[in-house]
């Protein structure tokens, strides 16, 4: 009898410490960096439909890089006067504009005491925007050029851009990003004595986006 005792003991005893291991909880391993996928519409000098990626870097800190397209139907009329044509000759012209934007922006989430899910609350952003717009007019009146004739031509231009906004949490996946904010950029004048001079515009907008 004694015998089986010291051998239950001897079985218990070399069970016990694998069985403790087993249960023992592994490491705590550092959360995956939040992503959210996002599409909506942002209106500056003119309205443009978006799509961003933002990644969180830190608490605080998030990357955000976006692609944004508008396209504008445009007339300009105008009297064009010339000695040899005579006075007062109409001119047309139509055309059509594709903007294309890439954007990168840098955030900073200002965060409260109370613990919020990431990529949620009020923040600050600056941002650098990259256009080409690739322009084809049409003349439908002129008084030196054949009517029909057309020109095609693009453009390229950075804008710097300061946000402030808040992204709101609506449930474990959904987001909603709204946003206030200005920038600078060159607008062609012939009003003006620099006809490249620099302007500051307002504008916002809205997102809806996805956790992932």
Known sequence: ?????????AL???????????????????????QVVKAGVRV??????????????TP??????????????????????SPAAGPRQPEELRGISHSYHADLQLRYY?????????LTGWYAAFALQGTYRRTTEVYVASATIPSGSSRRYGSTQVQPQVYLG?????????????FVGTCV??????????PKALYLDAGGGLQIGWRL
């Open 1 to 9: 009898m004694n015998l089986k005792l010291y051998y239950l003991a």
């Open 12 to 34: 218990g005893l070399g069970i016990s410490p694998r069985l403790h291991a087993q249960h023992q909880p592994g490491p705590d391993l550092p959360p995956s960096p939040a």
């Open 44 to 57: 500056f000098n003119q309205p443009d439909a978006t799509g961003t990626y933002e990644r969180q870097l």
């Open 60 to 81: 605080q800190l998030s990357l955000l890089g976006g692609l944004g397209y508008f396209r504008q139907r445009y007339s300009l009329y105008g009297l064009w006067f």
């Open 110 to 118: 200002f965060r409260p005491r109370v613990a919020r899910p990431a």
């Open 166 to 178: 808040r992204q709101w949490g609506l449930g474990p996946r959904i987001v909603l990003d709204t």
């Open 185 to 194: 950029y060159r607008r062609e004048s012939v009003n003006r004595r620099n």
